[in-house]
């Protein structure tokens, strides 16, 4: 399907356990981004990418890992997930988002740390 | 750092108008974001301002002053499909949105 795409929608895993959140977008984006959304907090970004193989953290990156090898894909890895990192996670991409170009969301992921 | 403050909730009545608004402190500012976000889905592009003053879109419209650092967003003739959360964002320049905590709008019969 055509736009960006998140996988699993929903995930329930445990303090310690690794996990990985898959975004996936067909429009050759260069930029993508990764956020959390917490209540009380709105959204905050995480990580994000300009490139293949150019990734930046924002401003809640620890406990976090990304990479980019294709610009299609941007997966957000939890090395070891803790009771905190539960929220609710949204992929987005933009073509530049320093021109006035929107960025386009996924429809996020809900993560669930027990 | 980045600061981006707008109200919590509003409530408005089916028809009225209502405005949001948004005041930030950031350490650079390249344009200013407007989303709107239903419960439970993604937030969808509302619309962009990086010069002052008005910018119309049908029902919807945003405004900013960027030396008072404020910005609101106008909806015209409400209607119920607009209940939810409205989200302030300032792009600094450096390919980053910092988004304000979200306006919850919620519409009334």
């Known amino acids: 399907d055509a736009g960006i795409t998140q996988s699993p929608r929903y995930k329930i895993t445990e303090t310690g356990r690794q996990v990985t959140l898959m975004c996936h977008q067909t429009w050759s984006h260069s930029y993508m981004f990764w956020y959390r959304q917490d209540l009380g907090h709105g959204l905050r970004l995480i990580y994000y990418s300009a490139a293949a193989d150019i990734t930046d953290k924002g401003e809640v990156p620890d406990g976090y890992v990304v990479s980019r090898s294709k610009t299609e894909n941007f997966p957000l890895t939890l090395e070891s997930a803790t009771r905190s990192q539960t929220s609710v996670y949204f992929c987005?991409?933009?073509?530049?988002?320093?021109?006035?170009?929107?960025?386009?969301f996924g429809p996020g992921t809900r993560l669930t740390v027990l | 750092g980045q600061n981006i403050d707008q109200p919590t909730e509003m409530t408005a009545t089916e028809g009225a108008i209502v405005q949001i608004n948004c005041t930030y402190q950031?350490?650079?500012?390249?344009?200013l974001f407007w989303y709107q976000q239903h419960a439970g889905e993604a937030p969808t592009f509302l619309s962009y301002n990086v010069l002052d003053g008005l910018e119309e879109k049908g029902r919807f419209s945003s405004f900013l002053s960027r030396s008072k650092g404020y910005s609101y967003l106008l909806l015209k003739e409400l209607q119920m499909k607009d209940s939810a959360s409205y989200l302030c964002a300032v792009e600094d320049g450096s390919y980053q949105l910092t988004f304000g905590k979200g306006t919850k709008l919620s519409v009334i019969p």
């Open positions: 987005a991409s933009s073509p530049d988002p320093t021109s006035g170009n929107e960025q386009f």
């Open positions: 950031t350490s650079g500012f390249n344009g």
